[in-house]
T-cell receptor
């Protein structure tokens, strides 16, 4: 079935550093891809999305490009802030559009001042 | 402009008791999804409901778990005779429609602890 794999382990980095979180997927057809962010004590919020190959989603300085050839949707930000500290989840919804999401395990990001 | 409301935020139950988790979707949304997040895991799909109908329950355990979304009132996820392994965060999401790239709005979750 459809699945999402995120890089293992938390990510700790200094303020203004470059952030990359890897995400690869396995799916039949052409899924839509999402990044969700979960701040402490909160629910998940949609950060960005892409619905077809080569689309780039962007929001709040974060970007991710839908790469069909490498089945990837890596999240990047050029200069992180302390307020970006959160858990980031990569997810996909299947081609048939029932909006059922398959999530990766998530990555805890800690930004140190 | 209320988002998805879940209650309670925290729920403690003894083994063998029943747990009822409530979810009020965003106003006007008729599609509701329940997900479970076990410790150190991502969210796993449980069930997808539209008003008064279960559309996809392929992620629900076959026993003890049930869900409903009545014509009036919130969606309810019910867990009978809870066991320690049911301890998790349960998230509800809603969407306005079904289709490619549709955004799902998530609640803050209910954290169930079985003692």
């Amino acid at each position: 079935g459809d699945s999402v794999t995120q890089m293992e382990g938390p990510v700790t980095l200094s303020e203004e550093a470059f952030l990359t979180i890897n995400c690869t997927y396995t799916a039949t057809g052409y899924p839509s891809l999402f990044w969700y962010v979960q701040y402490p004590g909160e629910g998940l919020q949609l950060l960005l999305k892409a619905t077809k190959a080569d689309d780039k989603g962007s929001n709040k300085g974060f970007e991710a490009t839908y790469r069909k050839e490498t089945t990837s949707f890596h999240l990047e930000k050029g200069s992180v802030q302390v307020s970006d500290s959160a858990v980031y989840f990569c997810a996909l919804s299947d081609y048939y559009g029932n909006n059922r999401l398959a999530f990766g395990k998530g990555n805890q990001v800690v930004v140190i001042p | 402009n209320a988002g998805v409301m879940q209650n309670p935020r925290h729920l403690v139950r003894r083994r063998g008791q029943e747990a009822r988790l409530r979810c009020s979707p965003v106003k006007g949304h008729s599609h509701v999804y329940w997900y479970r997040q076990l410790p150190e895991e991502g969210l796993k799909f449980m069930v997808y409901l539209q008003k008064e109908n279960i559309i996809d329950e392929s992620g629900m355990p076959k026993e003890r778990f049930s869900a409903e979304f009545p014509k009036e009132g919130p969606s309810i996820l019910r867990i009978q005779q809870v066991v320690r392994g049911d301890s998790a965060a349960y998230f509800c999401a809603s969407s306005l429609r079904q289709g490619e790239g549709t955004e799902a709005f998530f609640g803050q979750g209910t954290r169930l602890t079985v003692v």
